[in-house]
């Protein structure tokens, strides 16, 4: 199983080498001792944004969204394109 680069670089900013193998250095070459209380700390905050991400992909581009909103107001563009993305993906409490 591999490491999780995302959580340690989120742990750890200052981390610039991961590889698969144990090494975890810093812009100097230097050993980065993780603990991983601290990158699943991590992995849980990265995971409560994920929703953002989910939505992103799923929006139309912003010229297709100014389109419908001009010619179906903003109510509209509310009830049949935010409203069910945001109930597909919600934010988590």
């Given at each position: ?60 581009d912003?010229?297709?969204?100014l ?27």
């Amino acid at each position: 199983m591999g490491l999780d680069h995302d959580a340690i670089r989120k742990a750890y900013p200052n981390v610039m080498i991961i590889d698969d193998s144990g090494v975890i250095q810093d812009a100097d070459g230097n050993q980065v001792a993780v603990e991983q209380s601290n990158i699943d700390a991590a992995r849980v905050e990265l995971d409560k944004e994920e929703y953002k991400y989910q939505r992103y992909e799923e929006y139309p581009d912003w010229g297709t969204q100014l389109d419908y909103i001009y010619h179906n107001g903003i109510e509209k563009w509310k009830t049949d394109i935010v409203d069910p993305i945001k109930n597909k993906y919600p934010k988590p409490s």
